[in-house]
């Protein structure tokens, strides 16, 4: 069974601090990742995809890869209220499904 | 927002019913994946079409069938529905479903199953 695994939540971080979130995946094939944000009864929106290792900057996120020891994360500069969400972890497997983590809940304190 | 479409936003249903819910991929894509989120869990991959044609599956039982249609619109099916299947149901469109290809989703159906 091939598995995405993100760090347990909820977590919570003051405003303008960096939020952390860590995902580690079993697929050693997969090639592609990324971040989607949910927010409560919505559905999940694209943050940012990975495909290198190393890191990738968009604005006040940075996503990093190292696949030989399987860990994607991002990481949330200048948290604001705005970006309290569940934030979702996707790999793609046999190169065509997102296999999802649970999801790791971010709550910014104002 | 994305582009991709689903109807109904809500629907109740109960015990052994069937029920259908639809999806109008964006524009210029030709691949719909559906995907089953229940509540503090993250999606799982029901089944991905690209060009009318079921190009995987997931661990979800023959139940669940789909139906791509030639202007990529997509169609879940659910037979005999159980309490378990209450969920959000989430549809995604990609261009040509290939690794890398991002998928972007529509605002769901959240059915409930009394």
């Known amino acids: 069974q091939k598995e995405v695994e993100q760090n347990s939540g909820p977590l919570s971080v003051p405003e303008g601090a960096i939020a952390s979130l860590n995902c580690t995946y079993s697929?050693?094939?997969?090639?592609?990742f990324f971040w989607y944000r949910q927010y409560s009864g919505k559905s999940p929106e694209l943050i940012m995809f990975?495909?290198?290792?190393g890191d990738k900057e968009d604005g006040r996120f940075t996503a990093q890869l190292n696949k030989a020891s399987q860990y994607v994360s991002l990481l949330i500069r200048d948290s604001q209220p705005s970006d309290s969400a569940t934030y979702l972890c996707?790999?793609?497997?046999?190169?065509?499904?997102?296999?999802f983590g649970a999801g790791t809940t971010v709550t910014v304190r104002a | 927002e994305t582009g991709v479409t689903q109807s109904p936003t809500h629907l109740i249903k109960t015990r052994g019913q069937q029920v259908t819910l639809r999806c109008s991929s964006q524009?210029?894509?030709?691949?719909v994946s559906w995907y089953q989120q229940a509540l503090g869990q993250g999606p799982q991959f029901i089944f991905q079409?690209?060009?009318?044609?079921?190009?995987g599956r997931g661990n979800f039982p023959p139940r669940f069938s789909g139906l791509q249609f030639p202007n990529y619109s997509s169609e879940l099916n659910v037979n005999a529905l159980e309490l378990d299947d209450s969920a959000l149901y989430l549809c995604?469109?990609?261009?040509?479903?290939?690794?890398?290809?991002?998928?972007?989703f529509g605002p769901g159906t959240r059915l409930t199953v009394l």
């Open positions: 079409y690209y060009r009318e044609e079921e190009n």
């Open positions: 524009s210029g894509h030709n691949t």
């Open positions: 996707a790999v793609v497997e046999n190169d065509y499904k997102l296999s």
């Open positions: 995604a469109s990609s261009r040509d479903g290939r690794d890398g290809d991002t998928q972007y």
């Open positions: 697929d050693r094939g997969s090639q592609s």
């Open positions: 990975i495909y290198s290792n």
